[in-house]
């Protein structure tokens, strides 16, 4: 199976990606996380690629749809994979579009995430995930079971993303709804289209995906 979940800034993409990856096969494949991780190892990608972030401002589509293709390619997405903050503009949707061809595979579902932009600002300034195993965090919404321990691994050191912050923010939702907003009617035409309400709690919104997942097996 392959997914896109598409959706605003915060609005719960990597958190629900998580969530549901394993129980599903599928893969997440996230173009911020593997965007961030060549920052922080300094390759050329991340070189060209940090100026854009902490702004606020998407990155080039030839660096983007390059780690895409190549990472499809890697064995574990064979069983399939759930697209995490890719595609973005309409280039990067036509890039997937003929990888997808190339290969003979189909795009199943692209699962639209939505929420008040309101909301999405608080979602953000409060998160922070665990610094070795990268699981998500919110101040308010999602604390770790023991204070300041993480669930999943029990690190006691936690990270806050460069661009988690007010002004930072305002720019990437204004990509969001000049750049990405307009993918939202091309993958209506297609046929494979579908929103759920992202304002619901963390589970309810799980639950909605599931359903949506299940509705396709
Ligand atoms: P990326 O890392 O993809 O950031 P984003 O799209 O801005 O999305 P976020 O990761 O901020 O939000 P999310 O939807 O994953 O929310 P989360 O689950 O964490 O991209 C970063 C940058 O990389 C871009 O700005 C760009 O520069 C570059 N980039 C990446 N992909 C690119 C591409 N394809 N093309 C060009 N450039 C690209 O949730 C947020 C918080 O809310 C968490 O704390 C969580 O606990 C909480 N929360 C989640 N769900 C709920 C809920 N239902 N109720 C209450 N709280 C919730
Ligand atoms: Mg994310
Ligand atoms: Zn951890």
Same mark, same amino acid.
């Given at each position: ?12 993409k990597?958190t629900?990606?998580?969530k ?5 096969g599928l893969?997440?494949l996230?173009t911020g ?12 990608v991340?070189k060209k690629?940090?100026?854009f972030?902490?702004?606020g401002k998407? $990155?080039? @589509?030839e660096?983007? &749809?390059?780690? *895409?293709a190549? =990472?499809?390619?890697?064995d574990?997405?064979k069983q /399939?994979?759930l697209?995490d903050?890719?595609p ?6 036509e ?7 190339h290969?003979?595979l189909?795009?199943d579902?692209v699962i639209e995430?939505? $929420?008040d @932009?309101e909301?999405? &600002?608080?979602? *953000?300034?409060? =998160?922070?995930?665990c610094a070795?195993c990268?699981q /998500?965090?919110?101040?308010v ?5 023991v204070?300041g321990v ?10 806050r993303?460069a ?6 923010v305002?720019s990437?939702l204004?990509?969001y709804?000049?750049?990405?907003a307009?993918?939202l009617?091309?993958y209506e035409t297609?046929?494979v ?5 992202g304002m619901?709690?963390?589970d ?5 995906i599931?359903?949506?997942l299940?509705s396709?097996?």
């Amino acid at each position: 199976m392959i997914v896109i979940l598409l959706g605003p800034p915060g609005a719960g993409k990597g958190t629900q990606a998580q969530k549901i990856q394993t129980a599903h096969g599928l893969v997440q494949l996230s173009t911020g996380d593997m965007l961030r991780a060549a920052v922080a190892a300094g390759t050329e990608v991340g070189k060209k690629a940090k100026d854009f972030m902490e702004a606020g401002k998407l $990155v080039t @589509d030839e660096i983007v &749809v390059g780690i *895409i293709a190549d =990472r499809i390619e890697e064995d574990d997405c064979k069983q /399939g994979f759930l697209l995490d903050g890719f595609p973005r503009t309409a280039q990067q949707a036509e890039a997937l579009d003929n990888m997808l061809n190339h290969k003979n595979l189909n795009l199943d579902a692209v699962i639209e995430m939505k $929420v008040d @932009d309101e909301a999405l &600002v608080d979602r *953000i300034t409060g =998160r922070y995930t665990c610094a070795n195993c990268n699981q /998500g965090y919110h101040e308010v919404n999602l604390k770790p079971k023991v204070d300041g321990v993480c669930d999943n691994c029990g690190s006691t050191n936690f990270n806050r993303r460069a661009d988690d912050n007010r002004e930072t923010v305002s720019s990437r939702l204004e990509s969001y709804h000049a750049q990405t907003a307009p993918l939202l009617p091309y993958y209506e035409t297609k046929g494979v289209l579908k929103t759920i309400d992202g304002m619901a709690d963390i589970d309810g919104v799980t639950s909605q995906i599931n359903d949506v997942l299940g509705s396709l097996a």
